[in-house]
């Protein structure tokens, strides 16, 4: 039978804890019982086999896994937590009150469309003429007769024309660009006259009107729409010509639904 | 305290320094390959969303050991409650190539260290795999000084006392 205390000393050498006077003294008590020592050599095999167990080796992808599931779930937590403040802050505004207001409010919406829809007719789709807002074009849109694009590429003009015929109007949309000085004439009859003038693209421009010629001068990159009234309603032929230096460069008879 | 981007490399770090006493410690303990690494994962998470509760007045390794025994335990008890449920379970003695591959010597341990009693296997594990001192065995298992030596006594001997009558010899 061995000693307790000889045991604890036995377990504080082998785990470096003795002082020298108590490894001589458990020393001695060893030399003088081969059972005890026998004991203290088994204990000290079996504290040996851990040093000799190798460490396992994780494998290559726990430290990813471990690095993925933490940061991930970070970036997550942090989603949840905008998306929760906005759904707290919805439940703390969304009272039953509002909610009768709001479906209150999109109803009497939905009828103002619906009576400002059944008002005010749709434009053709085909004919867009929104970039006539701010000319003096009145009638029936619907009923337009368009004549071009004409595109030009001339010596030292190019750009095109579109001219459209309502009820009655004659609307020019002219996109010019110069190099030297032009002269844009329109010749027409006594049952057309001149109405007005929208410029889109700004440009020095000046302008001459007798009673059956409509004449502007320009420069540079011009866009402008130029009306006239159809008297009659009788849809007449216009003439369209363009000079530079007194020389006529392009020549056209517009006639409606020939194109 | 949160770790933000720059905190993120700093976690890395330790996650590089302790992974492999991590997981070890884990293996030692459940004895299961896939189940270290799941313990191993879960000690980390849980390190990182309590790093509030670390005090830096203690070692912080003893604190990251502190949650692997624990989650350890944890996942012991789990399994002994599932097996408990389902008697039919296979034991499944197959392990990893990583395992196979070690010596004679380390499964035998590992085999005896099994069937050592949960409190005498954790000092053993502590002191003789990651050369804790009597003290830090009590912190991370907060346990006196006393005790930590009693048991890892103990141990030793019923260790001894397994191994010899598995019939091992030095």
Request: charged fraction near 30%; hydrophobic fraction near 35%; glycine fraction near 4%.
């Amino acid at each position: 039978m061995i000693e307790e205390r000889f045991i604890e000393l036995m377990n504080g050498e082998i785990d470096g804890a003795n002082s020298r006077e108590e490894s001589l003294e458990l020393k001695r008590y060893l030399d003088t019982y081969p059972e005890a020592k026998r004991y203290y050599e088994d204990l000290k095999a079996v504290t040996q086999m851990f040093d000799q167990a190798e460490e396992l080796t994780p494998p290559p992808y726990l430290r990813k896994t471990i690095i993925t599931s933490i940061f991930e779930r970070e970036g997550e937590e942090e989603r949840k937590s905008v998306f929760t403040s906005v759904l707290a802050g919805l439940r703390l505004t969304f009272s039953r009150r509002y909610a009768y207001s709001f479906t209150a409010g999109i109803i009497a919406g939905i009828l103002l469309f619906a009576i400002f829809s059944w008002i005010v007719p749709w434009r053709h789709p085909a004919e867009d003429l929104d970039n006539l807002l701010g000319t003096i074009t009145s009638g029936n849109l619907r009923e337009i007769t368009t004549v071009g694009p004409i595109d030009f590429h001339l010596p030292s003009v190019t750009g095109s024309a579109r001219i459209r015929y309502t009820e009655d109007r004659i609307l020019a949309a002219i996109q010019l660009s110069a190099e030297s000085e032009i002269q844009v004439l329109f010749q027409h009859d006594e049952n057309v006259r001149f109405e007005g003038l929208r410029s889109i693209k700004s440009c020095n421009h000046e302008m001459r009107v007798t009673g059956e010629e409509t004449e502007l001068s320009h420069i540079g990159i011009c866009e402008y729409i130029v009306v006239f009234e159809d008297v009659h309603r009788s849809h007449p032929h216009i003439g369209f010509k363009i000079f530079a230096d007194g020389s006529l460069l392009f020549e056209r008879s517009i006639v409606p639904g020939q194109e | 305290m949160k770790f933000s981007k720059d905190d993120r490399k700093a976690f890395e770090r330790i996650v590089d320094k302790y992974e492999k006493t991590i997981f070890n410690i884990a293996f030692r303990i459940v004895n299961d390959y896939e189940d270290a690494m799941d313990i191993t994962q879960t000690a980390f998470m849980k390190a990182y969303e309590n790093i509030d509760s670390y005090n830096p007045s203690h070692k912080f390794f003893s604190w990251l050991y502190k949650i692997t025994v624990n989650e350890s335990l944890n996942h012991l008890n789990k399994k002994k409650r599932t097996e408990k449920l389902d008697n039919n379970v296979a034991i499944n003695l197959e392990s990893p190539e990583e395992y196979t591959a070690h010596s004679e010597i380390s499964r035998r341990l590992q085999y005896a260290l099994m069937k050592l009693k949960f409190d005498y296997r954790i000092v053993l594990i502590l002191r003789h795999f990651n050369s804790l001192s009597y003290r830090e065995i009590g912190d991370v298992l907060d346990i006196p000084e006393k005790t930590v030596k009693s048991r890892l006594f103990t141990g030793r001997q019923l260790l001894r006392d397994i191994l010899i009558k598995q019939g091992y010899k030095q």
